[in-house]
């Protein structure tokens, strides 16, 4: 059992940048892997970034070279920080806590922060 609040979400103007946080009600060192995850109205929930507690991150095609994720394990926090924003990424963001790293029984999710990216 893992329980996860995002925060940091809003409106903001194309190119801009916002930084959302995502805190563990446990320990995220004992987590194989935190990520984050995206849907828009009418799409499928899309994987943004994943990290795993080795440190080893993935992004989608989508948001590389965009979109930055870290943690700090002291604080149970997961980070991604989003620049250059598009319209395209507008959705509601989910954390995603990927506890064994296999068995999908065990992945727990956050209740989403929604990013709007508008002029």
């Known amino acids: 059992q893992v329980q996860l609040v995002e925060s940091g979400g809003g409106l903001v103007q194309p190119g801009g940048s916002l930084r959302l946080s995502c805190a563990a009600s446990?320990?995220?060192?004992?987590?194989?892997?935190m990520g984050w995850y995206r849907q828009a109205p009418g799409k499928q929930r899309e994987l943004v970034a994943t990290?795993?507690?080795?440190?080893?991150?993935n992004y989608a095609d989508s948001v590389k070279g965009r979109f930055t994720i870290s943690r700090d394990n002291a604080k149970n926090t997961v980070y991604l920080q989003m620049g250059s924003l598009k319209p395209e990424d507008t959705a509601v963001y989910y954390c995603?806590?990927?506890?064994?790293?296999?068995?999908?029984?065990?992945?727990?999710w956050g209740q989403g922060t929604q990013v709007t990216v508008s002029s």
């Open positions: 995603n806590a990927d506890v064994t790293g296999w068995n999908t029984d065990y992945d727990y």
């Open positions: 446990r320990s995220i060192f004992s987590i194989y892997a």
């Open positions: 990290i795993t507690r080795g440190g080893v991150t």
